[in-house]
Each structure stands twice: as C-alpha cells, then as structure tokens.
C-alpha cells in the first residue's frame, strides 16, 4: 500500500517536473567570433570581414549594416561563405579612418531562427574605442513563437502520452480485470485517451504549420527579402525547412486520417510513425545538426524530446482518466498506476540523462545562468518546478486518504506556467555566445629562450584581440656567426577553436637582430601557439615555440561567480548517468524476467494436478 501511495504522488507531480528538466531542441546561430575580432583597433579599414556562428547561416537570409559614428551607412555586402556554411564573408568598401559598426542579422539553416548582433572596430591610428556610442540592437521575446512552441509541444506531448497510456498501462489493466464490473471503466479510459490523442494531433499539427509562417515571416523582415525569395531560400533550400516541413506533413496527416481509424493497433501505428516523425524532425531541424557532434546531439536531443513529452503526456492522460472514473482506492485505477510506475521510472531517468548531457550547450558559465535573459528564465523554471513539488507534497494526503482528489487547479496552472517558460528558452538565444567566454587577463607580453646558437625572444603589443605588433629578437650567441639570418618566420596557431595556422613573414627593423611584423592573426583572446622559425643558408632551422595568451579587451565582463565552462562537468555528469541507467535498466529487467518465471511456475503448480504431484513428490 506504502509503495502504491509513492507511485501516486510521483505520478501527480512528475508532469511539470519532466517538461522543466527538458532543454528545448532548438536554439539560435550565436556569433563566436568574428576577423577582425570585436572591438579591436586596426591601422587600416579591412577589404572583407569574417563572421563566424555557432552553426550553419543563409547567405540569402542574412543581412548587414555598416555604420559610422555619425550614423553615415557605408557599403557592406555578404558575398558569400567562408570556409563552411557557419561562416559570412562581408565585402566593405573603402571606408575612411574612424569608428564603426556593423550591424548583423543571420537566419540559422539548422533551426530557422534568426539572430541579432553588433561589432565595433576602430580604423586608423589614434582611433580611441572609448569614443564609440553605437546603439546595439535588441532582439525582443517573440511572443507568437512562444505561444505556437507552447501550443507545439502540449499537443505532442498528449499523443506520445495517450500512447503510452494507450499500449503500455490500459492494455495490460484490461488483461489483468476483466470481470464485467471493469469493463465500463476500461471504455471510458480508452474513449478519453483516445480523444486526448486526437486533440493533441489537431493542436500540434497546427502550432506547427503556425511556427513555420512565424519563422519565415521572421526571416522575411530581417532580411528585406519578398515572401516568395524567402521560401525559396529559407525553407526549401535549409535543412530546417524540410525538416519543419515534414513535421507538419506528419502531424497533419495524422490529425485527418486518426479520427477515422477505429482498429487500435492501426491507431497505435500510425500514433507512433507520425510522432516518430516529428520528434525527429524537431530534433533534426534544430541547432544539434549544426554542431561539430551533429548526430549524437541530434540523437541526444531525439530521445530526450520523446521520453520527456511522452512521461508529461501519460501524467495528464492518466489525470483526466482518473478524474472521470472511480477514485483512487479502486483496484483497476490502483493496478494502472502500478503498470505506469515503472514505465514512469524509465521515461523520467532517460528525459534526465539527456537533459543533463544538453544543457552545458545552452549556458556557457555560472555567470550566464545569472546574467543573461536565457539564464534567468531558466532559472524561473527552475522556481516553478520546486512550486509544483510543494503542491504535490501538500496534496499527498488528499489524494491516497479516504476522501480521494488534489487541487488540481493549482498544479494545472504552475504546470502551464512551467510548459511556458520552456517555450520561451526554445524562443530566445541560449546564453552561449561570444560575450560569455571567459575573461582573460594580460600576462607577460615578452619571453625568450636560446636555441641552438640563436637567442629567441618575442614581445607582443598590445596583445588584445585584432591588431597587434610582433617584435622578434633572433641574434646569434656565436662569434662569428656561423652564417646570416636569411628569413625569420612567426606561426600563429589557435589552441582553442578549429582555426588553419597563419605564417607571417617578419620583417628587420633596421637595429640587429631585431624582426617586426604588423598582424590581426589574434582573432580573440585566449590561448595560441606561437613558432618563431629562423632559417639560414645551408643551416637547419632554428625554431622557438612558446604558448601564448592574448588577453580579453578592455570591455570584457567582469567574472561574478565563475566564467569557467559548464559542458564539460555536465557531459561528465550525463555520462555518468547514462551509465548508471543502464545498469539500473539491465538489473530490472532481469528482476522482471526472474519474477515472470516464478510466477508462472506458480500459476502451473496451482492449475495443473500433474505438475503440483510431481513437484510434491
């Protein structure tokens, strides 16, 4: 009795507690840098700048302003990708020296989302960054979004739910009682869940053919394109158009043709295709295709989508057939709650492991959990989840005493406000751009070492993001020297982002031994490799290298709790419990299976005469 009232309050209070722990599917094409790196002095204005997203970009959907500081527009055109379809190239003009701005808008390929943002270069010599008054475009809460993703996943989670109901709880109940008393309760469960499914296919097919007009209307305005342009290039040339294409095809078809299939294992075939395709669909069509892991995230995300919304789903399936029926004290609602329980255990634990696993993706630091938007509203989430616990809690009694039932107007509307915080993370940008990587502070600017004959040393000025000056020392130790200095060479390699290593040439400056060279090769602050490389005639090359750190520009955030990375403590930690899942999984199933055996060496003792003989004798 004691484990039977556990599974009831967990069943009453796993709804919003699921759907909270859900990271949506979906996110934005944040800017992770950008050459020239922002707010950064050059001494000329560049030919073309670099703009580099976190996954793949329309070249048509997006769109570029380039302004002064008078607020004079200059000639910017996006010619172009890069190296891979996450990277915008823009041609300038011929701008005069100055400070400038350039504002963007990119629509993601991978998930159909448009984002804002600005950078601020200073051209010229003498130019002073602080002088800059550039207003940076806001990117507002989309609210019909909200509302249409809202809509969206209550209307898939009661088909995952129903089915779940449906296959996994009703028809093992129905085997279980079937003196004639049960059989009214059994018609009634199954009428309404299959009306729950029907209205959720209605409301999801149409949130989602609502979502797509909302996007591309989005794209549509951000780009200055027609209508007609932007489906073009934005739904039928994107990986996120045919994927939100074939979501809604998907839904759709199962909203007409469900109401009129009448033979349950039909319906549960095309229930479990339809919503195959348009969990994969929403996880495909999302940022994780974009990403360097494109499946295993897609996956990830697959799974955490249909185990979340389908517990969420069979939580309010399973409440509004209690409702109607007998209360709880009831056997047949007492055994359907006891075939949930453990379906519940596995839903919950694979909805956590995956969650768990995604969420170090969309909060980069501690710092923008607590100072962003995204962040905030996360942490609003987070809130509510702990309200609807405490409702369940104080609903305990009620609902397993003698007189059955809970407030469930209260945890409806907690549950609802839990459902729409959700909507609104999938709607907004994730706090994950370049603006929270960590802050890195100046370190010595001059090392040196000897090698071979040669005294290497290197200082680097002013050794921030953009423009900088290389000062190489390369003298010999020998006398006489051995042979001149032919040529001195610096490598420049990334050590924190997938960049191809840039060789400059420097050149002397007149004093002896002493090399320059003029350069933007330090993209953004943090760590590169630097390889100073000597050569002389008929002589092996001399080569110094040495780890380099650029620090962050002056305008970089103050660190408030920590700026370290969340990913990887969170990757660590998902593993770990998709692990530990398994085990537990594999551990159950056995305990099934050795438990199924008993009993049916029980049923076989008690029901054949010739068995209970020999085994007595």
Known sequence: MAGLRRSALVLIAALA?????????????????????????LDEAPSQIELIFSEPVSVDGSAVEFVDAEGNVHAAEIVGHGDSSSVLVVNLGDPPDGLYSLRWSAFSTSDGH????????????????????????????????????????????????????????????????????????????????????????????????????????SAKSASGQGMVSTIETSLLATAWGR????????????????????????RTRLVAVAAGIAIVGQAA??????????LLSVANDVVHLATSLAWGGALFVLWRIFRAGPDLRNPVVKAALSAFSPIA?????????????????????????????????????????????????????????????????????????????????????????????????????QLAVVQNDIQLGVTVSPNVPGQNLFLVDAISTRRPDPAPIDRVLVRVTPLEFDSATTVLEARPTGSRGEYE??????????????????????????????????ASPASARDVVL????????????????????????????????VRQRRVREVEDYLLDPAERTEMES
């Open 345 to 445: 255990t596995a839903l919950f634990s694979a909805a956590l492991v995956t969650g768990v696993l995604s969420i170090g993706g969309q909060v980069r630091s501690l710092d923008a959990l607590i100072d962003s938007f995204y962040g905030r509203a996360m942490i609003l989430k987070l809130v509510l989840v702990a309200a609807v616990a405490l409702v369940a809690l104080a609903s305990r009694r009620s609902i397993t005493g003698d007189k059955p039932g809970s407030p469930v107007g209260a945890e409806a509307m907690v549950t609802a406000a839990v459902v729409g915080v959700v909507a609104l993370l999938a709607a907004v940008s994730p706090a994950n751009g370049v603006q929270w990587l960590p802050k890195i502070d100046a370190e010595a600017r």
């Open 243 to 266: 994927w939100a294409l074939m979501r809604a095809i998907a839904l759709a078809v199962l909203a007409l043709v469900l109401p009129r299939l009448h033979a349950p294992r039909r």
């Open 517 to 550: 060279v003029p350069t933007t090769a330090f993209a953004v602050a943090g760590r590169y490799r630097l390889e100073l490389v000597v050569r002389r005639a008929d002589m092996v090359d001399v080569v110094g290298d040495f780890e380099w750190s650029v």
């Open 562 to 593: 920590s700026d370290a990375a969340l990913e990887d403590s969170t990757s660590l930690l998902g593993v770990a419990g998709a692990v530990a899942l398994i085990i537990a999984l594999g551990w159950f199933t056995l305990n099934a299976s």
């Open 17 to 41: 507690a699921i759907v909270a722990l859900a990271t949506p599917a979906s996110a934005h094409a944040t800017l992770v840098r950008s050459s020239p790196a922002d707010a950064s002095v």
């Open 285 to 294: 069509g999302s940022h994780s295709a974009g990403t360097e892991t494109g």
């Open 114 to 217: 448009v984002t804002k943002g600005m950078l601020v270069w200073g051209f010229g010599t003498g130019v002073d960054l602080s002088d800059a008054n550039f207003a940076a475009p806001k990117e507002p809460v989309p609210p019909v979004e909200v509302l249409t993703r809202w809509a969206l996943y209550l209307g898939l989670a009661a088909v995952l739910g129903g089915l779940v109901v449906s296959s996994g709880v009703l028809e093992g109940t129905r085997r279980r009682f079937t003196a004639p008393g049960d059989t009214p309760w059994h018609e009634m469960a199954t009428t309404r869940t299959n009306s729950l499914v029907v209205l959720g296919s209605r409301v999801a097919a149409g949130a989602a053919t609502l979502l797509i007009i909302e996007q591309l209307w």
